[in-house]
């Protein structure tokens, strides 16, 4: 049985007097990363595949930190039985810059003896012990589960098992590996775990099973017609769209949040449990019904959802432990007595020669991309192990521009060339979980809607501190010009780009949040203020701790993202150590990107990029891309109607700027209903002149009150009492096509944040 799995990765070499960490060589950042040498082709069954993997070790610099559990007892633990030790406290844990790579994964062909099946698994460890979880479970899991299909087959004379005994199959293997972890004496799985995602690929057949415990992610890009997508990855005969095959367990879901409810556990956010956040008494309650109706909108939290990465957690209703973001895994046995267990959620389904790419992935790669924008990045690549390159590379700059560390990022992506059709069975989607399961995955004529866990378009609260000490802390400007916006002359900027460009400058922002909403004219002029810039090696094009402007797309050559670590000194003006490169090739079609966060805030850059070759940048001005998207509404007259809200007078004219920054636009049809009376409200809304507001009618229960809006005008700021959850006090609907602004009670929340420190 031919395996391939993660294996240990070297750690940094630090100073002999205990000084800096030195900067690492190229051969030390590529131990960083763990793959496999080249793309494998096989053929399973009826399906001819190509797939690679690859795994990247997390950036944590010198003082950074996680909230994590400590225990009563300190003494090892030789088997955990309930109540036996229980976490006194939530504390701060420094994560050491040398912490081991908490994911593994496993890659096992001809599973269970059969030469035409194959294995896939990812598993994302967590809490001290989290990588030792995750190996146990690379190690054990594929063992078990191929024990079991071998035995089930002899006693079925070797005939083809059926899909759910199969899936009951799996659900052994799952819970015999969690008991097997619970017994073990070389690590502690109290308040440690892993979860785990994995793809049994039945090539005779021409099916897969997804099993999946946990957050991280299986997703398919499906070859569709034109008339079928309205925005994906082109390819030969049409495009791809993401499916998922798999949903995220975590407390964002209505049916998990129930189910952990009834076993006594909480849900909270940290802000709520430290008191920031008010705590919704009816939430049960609306959960049970809202479930017994049908389910529903599963994400109804607060504003505690995409708080800057402050997510709903799982806790004891006996202390602020065990606080995980999921609801399922693989140890984790104190969390285990609230209902986070190991039985996975099951999907089997046929693969048909629409399907393109199938990708297994932990969730650091998911935090900050999308499902589209994944399956958009390997469709760009002939070669699997490439796409996975791209995907981590552009999951870990996302993780550096929005965080002060990065997640333990790893991927499987598997090709499939060929799919021979007679080998199809029945329908081409066949979805369902077996009742021991006790799930449902809703129907079994369609794929599983999109994960329930939102992306994150927010810098988290600790690198938004830190960049504020550096803007307190700084000496001088680099690449940040004096102009104001008013003086800002974009028209100077234009230059025309060929097509080949225009391709290289589309593709590299594809995945960005930022750009996903712009129009095609706006993209246009994108292409026309993009400042071509040539440097040389050894050129700085941004200096950690000053403010910067720019946004930077490389068209080729090779740069080194070097940060300073807090407390540290750069005494010899290297910009400190290397912790990413961003290389650029024309003939590779690989365009990297940086420098994002500078479109949206005059923050101070928090790290160095250098030129370690010659090369080429597209660069974009703030300013240029605010006067690109002004289009959308005029920012000056949403600052206009922002002093007139009682609720906001709080707010200094440079917080009204800020907070108007945070605006979204948001259209609706005729018969829409923006609020509804009496529900809890989420967003205010703002009226430009031309967004229609004339075809709004504003009425109370009661049918009193009833009135058309007009331009200028604002409703649903009620909800914007900050220590309460407030329900809307009336009910507007659209009797026309409407355009407006809206802006988040978490939002304002975070703007106020940022306006008490300046």
Avoid at 568 to 594: I, L
């Amino acid at each position: 049985m031919g395996c391939n799995q993660s294996t240990s990765v070297t750690a940094k070499k630090r100073r002999p007097n205990g000084g800096p960490p030195i900067a690492l060589t190229s051969h030390e950042r590529s131990q960083r990363i763990e793959s496999i040498k080249e793309t494998r082709a096989c053929g399973l069954g009826g399906i001819s595949v190509r797939y690679a993997y690859l795994s990247q070790r997390g950036y944590y610099p010198d003082g950074a930190w996680i909230s994590c559990m400590k225990c009563d007892s300190q003494t090892p633990r030789t088997r955990l039985n309930a109540g036996t030790r229980r976490p006194r406290r939530l504390f701060t844990q420094i994560l050491d810059q040398n912490k081991a790579n908490q994911d593994s994964y496993s890659v096992t062909h001809d599973f269970a003896g059969q030469t035409a099946d194959a294995f896939f698994g990812v598993y994302d460890g967590h809490g001290r012990d989290g990588d030792k979880c995750a190996q146990f479970v690379r190690d054990t899991l594929p063992t078990l589960l191929a024990e079991g299909m071998t035995k089930a087959r002899e006693n079925n004379d070797g005939a083809e098992l059926t899909k759910e005994r199969k899936q009951a199959i799996i659900l052994n293997a799952h819970r015999e590996c969690n008991m097997k972890m619970h017994s073990q004496d070389d690590f502690d799985d109290s308040l440690s775990g892993t979860t785990s995602i994995s793809v049994y690929l039945h090539g005779n057949t021409n099916r897969i099973t997804v099993s999946n415990v946990g957050d991280s992610r299986t997703i398919i890009g499906r070859q569709m017609q034109t008339s079928e997508v309205e925005n994906g990855s082109s390819s030969s005969g049409g495009a791809l769209k993401a499916f998922a095959l798999s949903r995220d367990q975590t407390p964002y879901r209505r049916d998990e949040r129930v189910r952990i409810r009834r076993t006594g556990g909480r849900i909270l956010s940290l802000d709520q449990i430290e008191g920031l956040e008010p705590i919704r008494e009816d939430e049960k309650e609306r959960d049970e019904k809202a479930l017994m109706n049908g389910g529903g909108e599963d994400i109804i939290l607060g504003e505690e959802i995409d708080e800057s990465g402050d997510p709903p957690r799982v806790w004891s209703p006996n202390g602020d432990y065990p606080g995980t973001a999921f609801t399922r895994s693989i140890g984790d046995a104190i969390a285990e007595e609230l209902g986070v267990h190991a039985d996975p959620e099951m999907l089997s389904r046929e693969l048909t020669p629409e399907d393109k790419i199938i990708v297994i992935a932990s969730d650091g790669v998911f935090e900050f991309l999308t499902n589209q924008s994944v399956i958009d990045i390997c469709a760009k690549f002939s070669d699997p192990l490439e796409a996975c390159r791209a995907v981590v590379a552009e999951s870990y700059e996302l993780w550096l521009q929005y965080e002060l560390r990065t997640d333990d990022i790893t991927i499987i992506c598997l090709f499939l060339d060929s799919v021979d059709a007679s080998k199809i069975l029945r329908g081409p989607l066949a979805l369902s979980t077996t009742e021991m399961v006790g799930e449902s995955l809703n129907k079994d004529d369609a794929l599983v809607s999109g994960s329930t866990r939102p992306v994150r378009k927010n810098i988290s609260l600790e690198k938004s501190r830190a960049l504020e000490k550096m803007k307190a802390e700084m000496n001088s400007v680099h690449d940040v010009t004096t102009e104001t916006e008013e003086d800002f002359d974009m028209e100077a900027l234009f230059n025309e780009k060929t097509e080949e460009e225009k391709t290289c400058i589309a593709e590299a922002i594809r995945a960005s949040v930022v750009f996903q909403k712009i129009t095609n004219s706006q993209r246009e002029l994108l292409y026309k203020v993009m400042e071509p810039m040539k440097v040389k090696a050894g050129q700085w094009i941004i200096k950690q701790g000053t403010l910067g402007d720019r946004f930077y797309i490389v068209q080729f050559g090779t740069f080194e993202v070097r940060i300073v670590s807090e407390g540290a000194e750069d005494a010899e003006g290297t910009g400190g150590n290397v912790v990413h490169v961003y290389e650029g090739s024309r003939e590779k079609d690989q365009h990297p990107c940086f420098g994002e966060l500078a479109l949206m805030y005059s923050t101070p850059r928090a790290a160095s990029i250098i030129a370690k070759t010659d090369g080429m940048l597209w660069a974009l001005h703030r300013f240029a891309f605010k006067k690109v998207t002004a289009e959308r509404g005029s920012r000056e007259g949403a600052v206009e109607i922002l002093k007139k809200i009682d609720q906001l007078k709080g707010f200094s004219p440079d917080g009204l700027e800020d907070l108007a920054s945070y605006l979204c636009e948001a259209k609706y049809a005729k018969g829409d209903v923006l609020i509804r009376q009496g529900e809890v409200g989420e967003s205010i809304f703002v009226m430009l002149p031309g967004g229609g507001a004339e075809d709004l009618v504003q009425t109370k229960e009661d049918g009193s009150d009833e009135r058309t809006l007009s331009d200028n005008d604002y409703f649903g700021e009620e909800i914007l009492e900050m220590r309460s959850q407030k329900r809307y006090g009336s009910t507007v609907k659209a009797t026309g096509k409407i355009s407006c602004w809206t802006l988040s009670r978490s939002d304002v929340k975070r703007a106020s944040r940022r306006s008490s420190k300046e």
